[in-house]
């Protein structure tokens, strides 16, 4: 079992900056890819970032250049630092973890909201 607690999460500017957390604990020598995804009511969970064990890491278009995934490679915490901020970034974001047989864990999620 990998449990995920996320934080950082809150009430940022449209252009402003936040630095999300991810801290996993459990069987961590199982997760074989981490990354985070994000989920608005009334629609269904998408991917914002996720970075295998080999190094690919696979990033949404809408968040290309200004979010960043970083690890060091432990896999006992994730990072995403997001940038330039919009509010169509408002969401849920959600850490995910998946083990060798692609079952995934999540986190209880973090609010992100961005609004003037």
């Known amino acids: 079992q990998v449990h995920l607690v996320e934080s950082g999460g809150g009430l940022v500017q449209p252009g402003g900056s936040l630095r999300l957390s991810c801290t996993a604990s459990g069987s961590i020598d199982s997760i074989y890819a981490m990354g985070w995804y994000r989920q608005v009511p009334g629609r269904e969970r998408e991917l914002v970032v996720l970075?295998?064990?080999?190094?690919?890491?696979n990033y949404a278009d809408s968040v290309k250049g200004r979010f960043t995934f970083s690890t060091d490679y432990t896999w006992n915490a994730v990072y995403l630092q997001m940038n330039n901020l919009k509010p169509e970034d408002t969401a849920i974001y959600y850490c995910?973890?998946?083990?060798?047989?692609?079952?995934?864990?999540w986190g209880q999620g973090t609010q992100v909201t961005v609004s003037s």
């Open positions: 970075m295998s064990r080999g190094g690919s890491t």
């Open positions: 995910n973890a998946h083990n060798y047989k692609n079952y995934e864990y």
